[in-house]
């Protein structure tokens, strides 16, 4: 049976997405795992190495009780995908993953069609447990290749080499069919050249959705503190904006789609189903330490977080705190993710911001479209979609 | 109480900033006994927060002391403190001519300065007998012999019986007292004639209202008695009379050659204007004060709040530091870019420092002043006369025939190393020279310089190109005819009024380029590009661009991701609160502050 939750003009429809229940309202599942092999020197996430702590176990039991006491009170709810992310979730035992999507399914029912995610390094060790991972439900594999450049790879601090991704691809494909690659960009001494033909050996290898992300300076991370003693420098501005634009035309003309500001798919069934629903505004449950959520209760649109400390978290009777969302806040921040998809926004999803009156002399400059139902940055508004949501919420 | 004048001194104290004449007078009000050691506090006469901290006097004070000479009399020594700046030049006048002698303070090793000489010749000007003291003596740089031969040669008064002292160890203290009393003129006047006072100074106290500081001349004052502001044509009853000891203490009456105080249910410091003659309103004197003057802003600029819902604070502080101060002036004033404030009138730069300063600090208000500007002189077509205090009012200027503009005689003391920049200064501002001399190794310049090029940032300049070894002192020499156009800066063709200034033809386009590329680094980009324009009336004299942004799109936003990216639109928002818009451009507030502030030319 097709409802009408699934098909409601605030989801564009856009994407492969499950068939809908009867009378449940859509949930998204994150969860999130912080253990990592080795730290990433540019990443500033919560994470932790991963020492085969015994109490990785507590943690999970916790992330288990997290996602039962969260799932109280929410009402008839279909589970729309779910996604793990971290961390590396590739370093779970894959049993405890199936556990988790399990308890998953007893909570909340889903259909066969439904986009299980897991990202995943493609070190030989976790390309092993690929099989495994399938046997447990994951259904597509997030790649954190970042580089197919040995000499990248090391400045990133990665612990694969580029032989080991290509392996990891090769074997991903085989096993879950639907693959997707992160890859970073504007590292120190890059060319514009060398970074294009990495994008085309990816295109080459079948991979259909890649999400190319600029290497970002975090002031707390070992790159931050590198580039404050001035060890070595990213990209100048402008030469970090070809490496976008270029991105874009390379991708254009593979036959990729920048469905999103940083995510490319060929063809709308390649697109992230769990990530176009987040940004579509769905409600979804982030569980372990540090996720953040968004869930509905009682008409009223809540933000919730978990506490990021391990300990704590996985002592705390509840490790959830939630911060109830104003009807504009909720609307702003709908504003402020869905602007990031091609399609843009459904304007019945805005009836309090005052958004078409601020949004006309953009869309006069050719930085944004209004269709019937729809606000959506143009191409060349999305390159500088932070000041249209400046000049729209401002 | 009432003394013999044979027994009174007054005499003030004039010297350079910081060559002692605060600690001076400090020594002097403890070696008579006015304050005990422990009520001295440091520098009693500059009891302002702002003139302690500066070291500078901004009211005129007087102390009386009384001084057991060699001769064996006890003298009533009345001491002026005067204020030591040029922008007050009249008020230290009318101090001045309630005195009969000066003391001249010279640091022993740094010799006569710029301030030095102006001052001085102010007390010559008002007919003072002058005893040089000089400072500092205990210092190992001392050299009394060469500062004594420097005082001769530059300022030409005998210096060979100079007092030497250290107001700071103490040292020689009772020979300046000495020297007052056998050095100095007794006042001269008549009991039996009709009241004859000098208004020296007026100030507000927060118990007494307005306190009125009087030099009486001829006749007598009591409490009681009913007397006439001759200038203002006010009468007003005398409620208390005293003296400064240096703490307030009430007297009996005040005669001829006394210094005093009286309050009389005055509403306002503006009421009792510097220089007016009291006299008794029953028996009034024939011939008022000479020398009287409304005092007049030379410098103007707008003052507004940064944050406009401070707006009525603003009014308020005004209006509070006019009740003490009625050389300053202000009006409301409304600019486009920087909303509602006030066009402020001030008696020359230090003045506006002092006003902005105590603004910030007594009231805590966070401001903007726009650039000082003078006062012009615009002859119209049709014969009329405007001041103009405001470039943004000026007329359009096919009506205008021409225009004039304050003109200062500057003179500049400064060690020879960094003459060949201060006149490089002079030159490119336009300036005249007067005069140049050598007195040892430091050199005296004398320029006639355009006061529009000094109010700007010649100070700053001039410290920078002398390393702070420069002094600099002027008065104001009148108008002359100058080429002078308004130029405007447009941003994105649109005129920011709080940036339009009147400049001389010949500096409009260096001045319009530092201004362009100063707005140019200032100014976000925005979504299209921006044209930054200085013009003359339609023409373009400078342009630059800030380009449009290319791209600003945080790379990744997933769910948890959404909470940083609307913390740091929050904190855009709050940005944009600190911005003002004009037309379609969002110009921040420190632009206009960083812009007018122009340092590299």
């Not at chain 2, 001249?104 to 007390?123: F, I, K």
């Not at chain 2, 490089?424 to 501002?429: E, G, N």
Request: glycine share 8%; with cysteine; aromatic share 8%.
């Amino acid at each position: 049976m097709i409802g009408d939750n699934f098909s409601s003009p605030a989801i564009a429809g856009e994407v492969a997405r499950p068939v809908a229940l009867e009378g449940a309202k859509p949930l998204s599942l994150y969860i999130h795992w912080p253990y990592c092999s080795r730290i990433c020197p540019y990443c500033d996430f919560n994470v932790t190495r991963d020492r085969g702590q015994a109490s990785q176990r507590a943690l999970f039991d916790a992330i288990m009780a997290d996602m039962r006491r969260q799932a109280e009170g929410l009402g008839n709810r279909q589970l729309a995908s779910v996604f793990f992310g971290g961390g590396t979730p590739s370093l779970l035992p894959p049993d405890w993953v199936a556990e988790l999507i399990a308890q998953a399914g007893d909570l909340f029912p889903y259909t066969d069609d439904i986009e299980i995610t897991l990202e995943a390094n493609p070190t030989d060790a976790e390309i092993s447990r690929y099989e495994g991972f399938r046997a447990a439900g994951i259904n597509r594999l997030s790649l954190g290749v970042q580089s197919l450049d040995d000499a990248a790879l090391k400045f990133l601090g990665r612990n694969h080499s580029a032989a080991e991704a290509i392996r990891g691809i090769e074997t991903a494909q085989t096993v879950f069919g639907r693959v997707s690659l992160d890859l970073i960009y504007a590292l120190p001494n890059q060319t514009l050249d060398a970074w294009e033909t990495e994008l085309r050996a990816a295109a080459a290898l079948g991979i259909e959705h890649i999400s190319p992300y600029q290497l970002t300076i975090e002031q707390t991370t070992p790159f931050g503190r590198a580039v404050k003693r001035k060890l070595w420098s990213p990209p100048e501005e402008e030469l970090a904006e070809s490496f976008y634009f270029r991105t874009l035309d390379v991708l254009g003309s593979l036959g990729f789609e920048a469905y999103e500001v940083s995510n490319h798919a060929r063809g709308k069934a390649a697109r992230s189903a769990h990530n176009v629903l987040i940004w579509e505004g769905v409600d979804y449950m982030g569980i372990g330490p540090g996720a953040h959520g968004r869930l509905t209760r009682n008409g009223a649109r809540t933000a919730t977080v978990a506490e990021k400390d391990l300990k704590t978290y996985t002592a705390a009777a509840d490790p959830i705190e939630a911060i109830p969302l104003t009807p504009s806040e909720a609307e702003e921040e709908a504003l402020m993710l869905g602007l990031r998809l091609t399609e843009g926004v459904a304007l019945n999803r805005l009836p309090n911001l005052p958004i078409i009156e601020k949004a006309t002399p953009l869309i006069e400059q050719g930085f944004m479209e209004l269709t019937a139902d729809r606000l959506r940055a143009t191409e060349k508004g999305r390159v500088v979609l932070d000041r249209l949501l400046f000049e729209l919420l401002g | 109480m009432s003394t013999d004048l044979s027994k009174i001194r007054n005499f003030s104290i004039v010297a350079h900033i910081d060559h002692g004449k605060s600690t001076l007078s400090d020594r002097l009000i403890q070696y008579t006994g006015g304050l005990t050691a422990r009520e001295m506090k440091e520098q009693v006469l500059d009891n302002m927060e702002i003139e302690r901290e500066r070291g500078i006097t901004i009211k005129a004070q007087t102390v009386r002391l009384n001084y057991k000479a060699h001769d064996g009399e006890t003298y009533v020594l009345n001491l002026m403190d005067t204020p030591g700046h040029v922008d007050f030049a009249y008020e230290v006048s009318r101090s001045l001519a309630a005195c009969e002698g000066s003391i001249l303070v010279v640091d022993a090793s740094q010799g006569v300065e710029a301030q030095t000489l102006a001052n001085v010749y102010q007390a010559i000007d008002n007919n003072h007998e002058i005893v040089p003291v000089l400072n500092k003596i205990d210092l190992p740089a001392a050299e009394p012999e060469r500062i004594r031969a420097q005082i001769e040669d530059v300022i030409g008064i005998d210096a060979s019986d100079a007092v030497l002292c250290s107001a700071k160890s103490g040292l020689g203290i009772e020979d300046v007292l000495e020297a007052v009393v056998t050095r100095l003129p007794a006042p001269k006047g008549d009991e039996n004639e009709p009241l004859k006072a000098l208004l020296v100074d007026a100030w507000y106290d927060p118990y007494l209202g307005v306190v009125v500081l009087v030099r009486v001349f001829n006749g007598r004052m009591k409490p009681g008695q009913m007397v006439k502001l001759m200038n203002a044509g006010a009468t007003y009853k005398i409620d208390k009379l005293g003296v400064f000891m240096p703490k307030a203490t009430d007297v009996e009456s005040l005669g001829p050659g006394e210094i005093g105080f009286f309050t009389g249910q005055i509403k306002e410091v503006s009421d009792a204007a510097v220089g007016d003659t009291i006299t008794d309103e029953r028996k009034p004197t024939a011939a008022a004060m000479t020398g009287f003057k409304e005092v007049q802003p030379v410098v103007f600029c707008g003052i507004f709040p940064v944050d406009a819902a401070d707006f009525e604070d603003l009014r308020s502080a005004m209006g509070k530091l006019r009740l003490n101060d009625a050389s300053f002036s202000y009006e409301m004033e409304t600019s486009a870019a920087l909303g509602f404030g006030f066009r402020c009138g001030f008696l020359g730069l230090l003045h506006l420092e002092i006003i902005q300063e105590r603004l910030s600090r007594e009231f805590n208000l966070d401001l903007i002043a726009t650039a000082p500007s003078v006062v012009y002189k615009i002859y119209m077509n049709d014969g009329e006369v405007i001041d103009l205090h405001n470039p943004a009012d000026m007329p359009d200027p096919v009506k205008t025939d021409h225009i004039e503009e304050p003109w200062i005689k500057a003179t500049i003391f400064c060690p020879d190393d960094y003459l060949g920049a201060i006149i490089k200064l002079c030159q490119d501002r336009r300036g005249e020279q007067v005069d140049l001399s050598y007195v040892g190794t430091r050199a005296m310049v004398v320029y006639n310089l355009p006061l529009n090029e000094v109010v700007f940032d010649f100070y700053d300049r001039l410290k920078s190109v002398s390393k702070g070894y420069a002094s600099f002192d002027y008065n104001i020499e009148g108008y002359r005819e100058g080429d002078l156009v308004k130029m405007s800066i447009l941003v994105n063709s649109e005129p920011v009024d709080a940036l339009s200034m009147l400049v001389h033809r010949d500096r409009a386009e260096m001045r319009g380029r530092g201004m362009c590329e100063k707005m140019r680094e200032l100014i976000p980009q925005h979504l299209f590009v921006i044209p930054i324009q200085a013009a003359i009336g339609g023409r373009i004299i400078a342009r630059e661009t800030v380009r449009a942004l290319r791209k600003d799109v945080t790379a990744k936003c997933y769910g948890g991701d959404a909470t940083r990216k609307k913390k740091l639109l929050e904190k855009q928002k709050e940005g944009k609160k600190k911005m003002r818009q004009f037309g379609k451009v969002e110009i921040p507030q420190e632009a206009f502050i960083a812009a007018l502030k122009m340092d590299n030319d």
